[in-house]
């Protein structure tokens, strides 16, 4: 099945910097990369994803990027805010399985005002 | 309405006895999932609901006893459970399944302490 391995566990940042969270995954038949975050005490909520004919997306203040060949995507953050911290699961959907998202461990993201 | 809702928001339970998690959505999606989530760690998939029909079990012991009424609602009855399925149960819903399955809408959870 998919595997998929995300960095770092926890990023502290100022306000104002660029955060960037790492994910790998396993399956190259992989083609749906959803990034959820989730603050303390809520729900997981989708911020942006991207499929596999796509190598880059941006909404705002968010980008995600993808590299089929490498198999690894990555979340930016740029200009962070103190509401920005909260924990971040990247994921993968297998296009010859079940298509259900498998979620890397998360990346706690702290900003510091 | 874009939510799904779980009740009840906390519970809590002794090894004994019989309890149920609910949750429900209005958004006309065709899948709902039951996912458990440890403290700091990911949600975990335990049940996937297509079309009302238990389409994937992940191998979940039978204290958990998952229950699809319609296509809105979604159970999860609760039985002789151990200290250490003390978690946050959430729930979720998606409008397609299989490759078109996309985005999960999660409910806020039903934070689960078994004494």
């Known amino acids: 099945g998919e595997n998929v391995e995300q960095h770092p566990s926890t990023l502290s940042v100022q306000e104002g910097d660029s955060a960037v969270i790492k994910c790998t995954y396993s399956?190259?038949?992989?083609?749906?990369f959803p990034w959820y975050k989730q603050e303390l005490g809520k729900r997981p909520q989708l911020i942006i994803d991207?499929?596999?004919?796509?190598g880059e997306k941006k909404d705002q203040r968010i980008a995600v990027t993808l590299n089929k060949t490498a198999k690894h995507f990555s979340l930016h953050i740029t200009e962070t805010q103190p509401e920005d911290s909260a924990v971040y699961f990247c994921?993968?959907?297998?296009?010859?399985?079940?298509?259900?998202?498998?979620f890397g461990r998360g990346t706690s993201l702290i900003v510091h005002p | 309405d874009t939510e799904v809702t779980q009740t009840p928001k906390h519970l809590v339970m002794g090894m004994t006895n019989k309890k149920s998690l609910k949750c429900e959505q209005h958004?006309?999606?065709?899948?709902m999932y039951w996912y458990k989530q440890k403290a700091k760690k990911p949600p975990e998939l335990m049940f996937v609901?297509?079309?009302?029909?238990?389409?994937i079990n992940e191998s979940v012991p039978s204290r958990f006893s998952p229950e699809c009424p319609n296509s809105s609602l979604l159970n999860l009855h609760l039985h002789a459970l151990q200290p250490e399925d003390s978690a946050l149960y959430l729930c979720?819903?998606?409008?397609?399944?299989?490759?078109?399955?996309?985005?999960?809408?999660f409910g806020e959870g039903s934070r689960l302490t078994v004494l």
């Open positions: 979720a819903s998606s409008q397609g399944v299989g490759r078109n399955t996309g985005e999960l809408f």
């Open positions: 399956d190259s038949a992989s083609n749906y």
């Open positions: 991207i499929r596999s004919n796509v």
């Open positions: 994921a993968a959907t297998t296009s010859g399985g079940s298509y259900i998202p498998t």
């Open positions: 958004m006309g999606h065709r899948a």
């Open positions: 609901y297509s079309y009302e029909k238990l389409s």
